[in-house]
């Protein structure tokens, strides 16, 4: 995560203070190696190291506090002070592996929402010194009746300002969660009926999901809008035909509209916003433009990706060979490397760099 911190903002008299004197971005990392590290952006330098006794597996920041807040495999949420490097607290909350953590901060609250390996999903309203329980996932209804409900190991979740909590597993498709009301709603975030939703990420008025299909091996960006009190409207897809599994993603917008997102996986790669002139033409160069499309997600009917029990490697065993049987490994991008379908207008004139 990136820790901001006003440039005026007097700093507090520690060694890491000193470090960061000059510095208005700040990155800190987390490892299996119960290591929590503080690196300042412009020179790459470690400038401290904590260490936790857990390995860490889910990092976030808190910036209200300049806390860390991290995910373990024995499924403790801990806090640590970014600047004396002590732990705020720690806390066994989940009876597996953390798998997911996300954040939300308002002028009001902090509200923070942590998934683990067995499928439960909490919900957490952050304070100085302690989180503060507010909803555990054991008896959630899902709306509708055509389809049923599977309880897999959490990959990714993304909490809103409105307290909506979005999911992803190994399923193909995603779910919003109503924690006031313990409902949830499912809906597709790929067209066939195997895929994983490893990340998500979002801003006041759009969210953005991964995607990846098993059978061609790609991966995707998936764009949404929220709507209140219904699921999101799919808007667009970007993908390109080197992008793998993306498992990590974060993104950035600037006061004048512009947007950068980062996603990891076998590449780290930024993707950028480009905003189109009059007349349909760009003002950069566009070798390496990404085209958004319009995939049939918000028409696809909403099937079960299987049960409970799916298995990773059973899935991309079948993917192997079902692309052997077909001897393709990649979709179709057509002459110019877009993905067949619909164009998308204004929103997603989008560059890969």
Same mark, same amino acid.
């Given at each position: ?14 060694? @890491?203070?000193?470090? !960061? ?11 299996? $190696?119960?290591? !929590? ?6 020179? /790459? ?10 390995? +860490? #597996? ?5 910036? %209200? ?6 995910? &373990?495999?024995? =499924? ?7 600047? #004396? ?9 989940? $009876? ?21 390996? $067995?499928?439960? *999903? ?17 008896? @959630? /209804? ?25 999911? =992803? ?16 709603? %499912? ?16 801003? %006041? ?12 091996? /790609? ?23 080197? &992008?793998?599994?993306? #498992? ?12 950068? *997102? @980062? ?6 790669? *930024? ?8 007349? =349909? &033409? ?5 070798? &390496?433009?990404?085209?958004? /499309? +319009?995939?049939?997600? =918000? ?55």
């Amino acid at each position: 995560g990136a820790a901001r911190r006003d440039a005026e903002e007097p700093m507090p008299e520690c060694d @890491v203070a000193s470090e !960061l004197k000059d510095t208005k971005i700040a990155i800190v990392s987390g490892s299996i $190696d119960c290591s !929590l590290k503080i690196w300042r952006l412009d020179d /790459c330098k470690a400038v401290s190291s904590i260490y936790t006794y857990n390995g +860490i #597996s889910k990092l976030k920041v808190i910036q %209200k506090y300049q806390y860390s807040i991290s995910g &373990t495999d024995g =499924g403790k949420l801990e806090l640590y002070d970014l600047y #004396s490097g002590k732990q705020v607290c720690s806390q066994a909350l989940h $009876d597996e592996a953390v798998t997911a953590i996300s954040v939300c901060e308002t002028d009001e609250k902090i509200m923070l929402a942590s998934g683990s390996a $067995d499928g439960i *999903i909490k919900v957490f309203q952050v304070l100085e010194d302690k989180l503060r329980c507010l909803y555990v996932s054991e008896n @959630v /209804c899902l709306v509708s009746t055509d389809t049923s409900l599977h309880t897999r190991p959490l990959s990714s979740l993304h909490i809103t300002e409105s307290g909506i909590v979005y999911y =992803g597993d190994t399923g193909h498709n995603m779910k919003m969660l109503d924690w006031k009301k313990s409902t949830v709603h %499912k809906f597709a975030n790929h067209t066939t009926d195997q895929g994983f939703t490893d990340a998500i990420i979002g801003t %006041k008025d759009v969210m953005i999901a991964t995607g990846y299909d098993v059978d061609s091996g /790609c991966g995707q960006l998936n764009i949404y809008k929220h709507r209140v009190d219904q699921i999101p409207q799919y808007l667009a897809t970007l993908p390109d035909s080197d &992008t793998d599994r993306i #498992s990590v993603m974060s993104l950035a917008e600037s006061v004048d509209g512009n947007v950068w *997102i @980062v996603t990891g996986g076998q590449y780290l790669k *930024i993707w950028t916003s480009q905003k189109t002139l009059h007349g =349909g &033409t760009t003002s950069r160069d566009v070798s &390496t433009s990404i085209q958004g /499309c +319009i995939l049939s997600l =918000g028409d696809t009917p909403l099937v079960d990706s299987g049960t409970e029990d799916s298995d990773f490697d059973d899935l991309m065993q079948g993917a192997r060979t079902r692309r052997s049987l077909a001897d393709t490994t990649r979709p179709d991008l057509g002459a110019n490397g877009h993905l067949s379908g619909k164009p998308a207008s204004g929103f997603c004139n989008c560059t890969i760099s």
